[in-house]
């Protein structure tokens, strides 16, 4: 006999499983795949940065084995449907992320050896850590759509309702992930907080009869809690942490210099430091390119506001502010992104509370934008690697709001990472052309003279708003009343024609690809 109502048809499997609570698992697993992509840039940012280049790759694999999973879970709940492998589903999810710290400290230095090609290696790394975790994650949800069906006729809100509940657990976990987690916790403490999440959903599901589940969220939890109290342990021994913040994985080292001079150092990106600090002269600067900054007493004498964007270590303002390196009454404006960076060298790295110094936590461009002050002196020093151009700082537009902040007899000074010439040197001249275009003069210093105009290095750019012909003659020589520092940077100005490459623009600035030949 049929039922009274063919649209109340029963799915097939419906009513012999009962799940606890589905929607709220399908919210959670969304919610643990996003903060474990949030997390997994941080991971990877080490050996490969943080450039779109890293994210475009972490999006794209993790968008890959969602729908690898999500098209293995539909096709395992059609041939095996039960609650028990949805556990089993999650425990191994769950244990997928609990490995992920281990396979970064065994694999995450060689990624770059065995990739040099960042695109190469940033998919690589993203494979090799995230492709067991979000295909297991993926599964979940059309696997308990498929536990959840109950009738044909409401097929479509069953799915709906789970899919949506999902995605706006991804939205939590974003949100949760981007601006919590990653602020307060290191990348170890939430990948196993994450592994011990799937476990807890798996204990979940199976209504605690799941003694591996329970197993590995007890161990994933001890492990959390164990890598923070060993950090804490270490770090009381008087060892230097690695601080996570909203914008930044620092790593912090010491070592010592070609003299013997210990020096502290901090490193954001792979292979090149951020910032560093003698710790026998905390003021001196230890970075070439920064001591360029001693320019600006004989060049523009008199000047007393100086602008910083780019705090990192705060090496030049701590130069400034020492007795002797500047006048008594100078002002600094220091504009940081990131808090956690003026955490670690307050704390660090010896940076001086002083009522001259004023430190800005905000996006160097947004400042730029909104700011109506100007400045004697306005140090530029936003490119800290070729992993991680932030293009809105050369593009024309920010040219013209840096040439509204300066001084009619002022100058910028930017430090740029490229070559001087060559495919290497795109960066380089497209920045240079913007300056070149708002700017009455543009010098360009070589600060290592000795490496070849086609290869990479620091490049000093000094962009003056007025027509200087009294630097003419300073820059000639023989500079006999100026200190031998002094002179020697002044000998580094380069004095060949610069090939044009079209500016950079705010609506076209394709730095990733002129950055990209510096690393090949």
Same mark, same amino acid.
């Given at each position: 006999?049929?039922?009274?109502?063919?649209?109340?048809?029963?799915?097939?499997?419906?009513?012999?499983?009962?799940?606890?609570?589905?929607?709220?698992?399908?919210?959670?697993?969304?919610?643990?795949?996003?903060?474990?992509?949030?997390?997994?840039?941080?991971?990877?940012?080490?050996?490969?940065?943080?450039?779109?280049?890293?994210?475009?790759?972490?999006?794209?694999?993790?968008?890959?084995?969602?729908?690898?999973?999500?098209?293995?879970?539909?096709?395992?709940?059609?041939?095996?449907?039960?609650?028990?492998?949805?556990?089993?589903?999650?425990?191994?999810?769950?244990?997928?992320?609990?490995?992920?710290?281990?396979?970064?400290?065994?694999?995450?230095?060689?990624?770059?050896?065995?990739?040099?090609?960042?695109? &190469?290696?940033?998919?690589?790394?993203?494979?090799?850590?995230?492709?067991?975790?979000?295909?297991?994650?993926?599964?979940?949800?059309?696997?308990?759509?498929?536990?959840?069906?109950?009738?044909?006729?409401?097929?479509?809100?069953?799915?709906?309702?789970?899919?949506?509940?999902?995605?706006?657990?991804?939205?939590?976990?974003?949100?949760?992930?981007?601006?919590?987690?990653?602020?307060?916790?290191?990348?170890?403490?939430?990948?196993?907080?994450?592994?011990?999440?799937?476990?807890?959903?798996?204990?979940?599901?199976?209504?605690?009869?799941?003694?591996?589940?329970?197993?590995?969220?007890?161990?994933?939890?001890?492990?959390?809690?164990?890598?923070?109290?060993?950090?804490?342990?270490?770090?009381?021994?008087?060892?230097?942490?690695?601080? *996570?913040?909203?914008?930044?994985?620092?790593?912090?080292? *010491?070592?010592?210099? &070609?003299?013997?001079?210990?020096?502290?150092?901090?490193?954001?990106?792979?292979?090149?430091?951020?910032?560093?600090?003698?710790?026998?002269?905390?003021?001196?600067?230890?970075? *070439?390119?920064?001591?360029?900054?001693?320019?600006?007493?004989?060049?523009?004498?008199?000047?007393?506001?100086?602008?910083?964007?780019?705090?990192?270590?705060?090496?030049?303002?701590?130069?400034?502010?020492?007795?002797?390196?500047?006048?008594?009454?100078?002002?600094?404006?220091?504009?940081?992104?990131?808090?956690?960076?003026?955490?670690?060298?307050?704390?660090?790295?010896?940076?001086?509370?002083?009522?001259?110094?004023?430190?800005?936590?905000?996006?160097?461009?947004?400042?730029?934008?909104?700011?109506? &002050?100007?400045?004697?002196?306005?140090?530029?020093?936003?490119?800290?690697?070729?992993?991680?151009?932030?293009?809105?700082?050369?593009?024309?537009?920010?040219?013209?709001?840096?040439?509204?902040?300066?001084?009619?007899?002022?100058?910028?000074?930017?430090?740029?990472?490229?070559?001087?010439?060559?495919?290497?040197?795109?960066?380089?001249?497209?920045?240079? &052309?913007?300056?070149?275009?708002?700017?009455?003069?543009?010098?360009?210093?070589?600060?290592?003279?000795?490496?070849?105009?086609?290869?990479?290095?620091?490049?000093?750019?000094?962009?003056?708003?007025?027509?200087?012909?009294?630097?003419?003659?300073?820059?000639?020589?023989?500079?006999?009343?100026?200190?031998?520092?002094?002179?020697?940077?002044?000998?580094?100005?380069?004095?060949?024609?610069?090939?044009?490459?079209?500016?950079?623009?705010?609506?076209?600035?394709?730095?990733?690809?002129?950055?990209?030949?510096?690393?090949?």
């Amino acid at each position: 006999m049929q039922n009274r109502d063919e649209r109340k048809r029963r799915a097939p499997g419906g009513g012999r499983t009962h799940l606890p609570l589905p929607e709220f698992t399908a919210f959670a697993a969304g919610a643990v795949i996003m903060v474990l992509e949030m997390t997994g840039a941080r991971i990877m940012a080490p050996h490969v940065g943080t450039s779109i280049i890293v994210w475009t790759s972490l999006i794209g694999v993790m968008l890959a084995f969602l729908a690898l999973g999500t098209m293995l879970g539909g096709r395992m709940a059609d041939k095996k449907l039960s609650s028990r492998v949805l556990a089993l589903i999650l425990l191994g999810a769950g244990a997928g992320t609990g490995i992920i710290p281990v396979a970064h400290r065994l694999f995450g230095a060689r990624m770059m050896e065995v990739c040099p090609n960042v695109y &190469a290696g940033a998919v690589a790394g993203a494979v090799v850590y995230f492709a067991l975790p979000a295909t297991l994650f993926g599964m979940v949800t059309p696997y308990i759509v498929r536990l959840r069906l109950r009738d044909i006729a409401s097929s479509g809100g069953t799915v709906g309702r789970l899919y949506a509940l999902s995605t706006v657990g991804s939205i939590a976990g974003t949100f949760l992930g981007g601006f919590v987690l990653i602020s307060f916790f290191s990348c170890t403490q939430i990948l196993l907080a994450v592994a011990a999440a799937g476990a807890l959903l798996s204990l979940f599901v199976s209504r605690g009869k799941n003694p591996p589940a329970l197993c590995l969220a007890l161990l994933a939890l001890g492990g959390a809690f164990g890598s923070a109290s060993y950090a804490d342990w270490r770090i009381g021994r008087g060892a230097l942490p690695s601080v *996570e913040t909203p914008y930044n994985h620092i790593r912090l080292y *010491e070592g010592l210099t &070609a003299d013997a001079r210990r020096v502290r150092l901090i490193q954001t990106d792979p292979g090149k430091i951020q910032s560093a600090m003698y710790l026998d002269d905390p003021t001196a600067l230890y970075c *070439e390119y920064t001591r360029y900054i001693a320019l600006a007493g004989p060049l523009f004498p008199g000047f007393r506001r100086v602008l910083v964007l780019g705090g990192g270590g705060y090496s030049i303002p701590r130069w400034l502010l020492a007795k002797g390196n500047a006048p008594e009454d100078l002002e600094v404006d220091v504009v940081e992104l990131d808090p956690g960076m003026t955490r670690v060298t307050r704390d660090y790295f010896s940076l001086p509370d002083s009522p001259r110094l004023r430190v800005h936590h905000e996006d160097a461009r947004r400042f730029l934008n909104r700011n109506a &002050a100007v400045w004697d002196i306005i140090f530029v020093d936003v490119f800290n690697s070729w992993y991680s151009v932030p293009f809105q700082m050369g593009t024309g537009e920010a040219a013209l709001a840096l040439r509204r902040a300066t001084a009619p007899r002022g100058a910028v000074m930017m430090n740029v990472i490229s070559a001087f010439s060559g495919e290497k040197g795109a960066l380089f001249q497209a920045i240079h &052309a913007n300056l070149k275009n708002v700017f009455a003069e543009v010098h360009v210093f070589a600060v290592d003279p000795q490496s070849g105009p086609d290869e990479a290095q620091n490049l000093l750019l000094l962009a003056l708003p007025e027509k200087r012909p009294d630097l003419a003659e300073i820059f000639a020589g023989p500079h006999a009343a100026l200190p031998d520092a002094v002179r020697r940077m002044l000998r580094t100005r380069i004095t060949r024609p610069i090939a044009g490459v079209a500016a950079l623009s705010d609506d076209f600035a394709p730095v990733e690809r002129y950055a990209q030949k510096l690393l090949d």
